[in-house]
């Protein structure tokens, strides 16, 4: 067992599992030690005295046992929506790259009905998604670690069989593909470096009904040079963009989708994207991640009586709110210029300033510092470049001064 310290969860365990390590935690013994061991706070500042006592109980099974346990309770917030996670089985990179609930239960809504192959099922969190959605899932993973979890978390209702995906093995069913995007902790970003690489998967599925899960942040002009003429969908939840969903075959409904599961909102290429540019009214809209990733500003502009304060900048105004949505009431405009933009928060007794930024190379941290703010308001600041990017003796960046309205 190796611990290495994570920015983001303390210390984390690097713990290899294998098929007789799933066997044990999966038996009589192990379900009696899996127990025992989650008695134990295995928190950071425990975490090594706490291994030493599980070592001494349980001998060479203490990492599967501590690992286990802890990614147990790191599961139940991201997984929890799916049911009772608590006896599922994980290892750290799966539950890692495994879609968030929400997430997972979205994508079953759109398969309600059909036969669904998961030809990447992992440790099964879209099967346990799809389970009393679709008509029949199956799932197939080449990994035979994984499908042995997955073979406990999912229980004797989903059929599993092992299988590289890409070898179908299956017809007529909707597949859904997760192509690995981690590898010993690291992000894989470009397609051609997933596992399985997604030039070939999509190859090996074309003329299927296909739903392919990828980086928020995938090129989509190279999605086209691959050959792909379906639904690109980017999904945000928890207010961070999750993902781009790739839909293929009669699975595909329009061009582009952005759905924010926070609002439970969808927007599409096919709705109106009639919306004008114009001066910055009573409040500013910064678009939720996947309207933007998705290109639908204009259409989210449209839908919601906003305009755009300049035609390549994804900021919004209008009169009203959104209902849900947060805003920034302009108090004040004024050409960006550091001291001007001092001067004018500390008139307004700005002490704490969030700072947005598009089209102006400006480092919100850095120009936080330096504007020295010693009030006690909290304020936000957005600052763009206004003016067409063709004509750039007529654009000029300009700083609005907010109050959030929350």
């Not at 928060?345 to 102006?360: F, K, N, P, Q, S």
Request: hydrophobic share 40%; proline share 4%; aromatic share 4%.
């Amino acid at each position: 067992m190796v611990l290495q310290r994570d920015g983001h969860r303390g210390q984390t365990l690097l713990t290899v599992f294998t098929c007789d390590d799933v066997g044990y935690l999966r038996s009589e013994s192990g379900v009696a030690a899996l127990a025992a061991v989650a008695e134990f706070e295995l928190s950071d500042t425990t975490l090594i005295a706490d291994i030493a006592a599980v070592r001494r109980s349980f001998g060479e099974r203490a990492p599967v046992l501590v690992e286990t346990t802890r990614l147990r309770r790191r599961a139940a917030d991201k997984l929890g929506e799916l049911g009772d996670v608590s006896r599922w089985l994980f290892t750290d990179e799966a539950l890692q790259q495994s879609t968030a609930a929400r997430v997972a239960l979205h994508r079953a809504r759109r398969l309600a009905g059909r036969v669904v192959h998961d030809a990447t099922c992992s440790i099964g969190t879209e099967p346990a998604a799809l389970h009393g959605v679709a008509e029949l899932v199956i799932g197939s993973d080449i990994d035979p670690v994984r499908l042995a979890m997955a073979r406990h978390n999912l229980g004797p209702t989903t059929a599993l069989c092992r299988a590289d995906a890409l070898h179908p093995v299956t017809r007529d069913a909707a597949v859904i593909v997760d192509p690995a995007r981690r590898s010993g902790g690291r992000r894989r970003f470009s397609p051609a470096d997933y596992r399985p690489a997604l030039g070939p998967l999509l190859q090996a599925y074309r003329g299927r009904d296909l739903a392919v899960k990828c980086s928020p942040g995938i090129d989509f002009d190279e999605l086209g040079r691959l050959g792909f003429d379906g639904e690109i969908e980017v999904t945000s939840y928890g207010g961070s963009v999750r993902e781009a969903c790739l839909w293929s075959g009669a699975l595909a409904g329009v061009r582009r989708r952005a759905s924010v599961l926070d609002r439970d909102e969808q927007i599409t290429s096919a709705d109106s994207d009639d919306c004008p540019v114009g001066p910055a009214g009573r409040w500013i809209v910064d678009p939720d991640g996947a309207v933007v990733r998705a290109g639908l500003v204009r259409h989210y502009g449209a839908r919601h009586g906003l305009w755009q304060l300049d035609p390549d900048i994804a900021y919004l105004s209008g009169d009203r709110l959104p209902p849900g949505v947060r805003g920034f009431e302009v108090l004040e405009q004024l050409a960006f210029d550091e001291r001007r933009l001092r001067q004018s928060l500390t008139a307004l007794d700005c002490g704490a300033a969030e700072i947005l930024v598009r089209g102006v190379q400006v480092d919100p941290d850095a120009l936080r510092r330096r504007l020295r703010l010693r009030g006690g308001a909290a304020l936000s600041v957005v600052i763009a470049r206004i003016g067409r990017s063709g004509a750039k003796s007529a654009s000029h960046a300009v700083a609005y001064v907010c109050r959030p309205s929350r």
